[in-house]
């Protein structure tokens, strides 16, 4: 039998698999939503949440927690 742990699983904020595709395209939806970043009117949870949301699929599920986790650690 083999235990997940809550620090592997994907849920409880382990790492997830960020391919390159899927890091452009966070990119692509950043850039794109940049302006309600920069005017404050929506809080950022709820913008990095409809990001999360169209970025994922498939292959990649993701919170907006876990992609604003991901911008912030990407190096320039």
């Given at each position: ?17 960020w ?54 650690n990407?190096?320039?």
């Amino acid at each position: 039998e083999i235990v997940v742990s809550d620090a592997e699983s994907p849920e409880r904020g382990g790492r997830i698999q960020w391919f390159h595709d899927d890091i452009q395209a966070l990119v692509k939806l950043v850039s794109k939503n940049w302006p309600l970043f920069r005017e404050g009117s929506r809080r950022k949870r709820y913008i990095w949440k409809d990001i999360a949301a169209e970025l994922s699929h498939d292959n990649l599920k993701v919170t907006g927690e876990d992609c604003d986790r991901k911008w912030r650690n990407l190096k320039v």
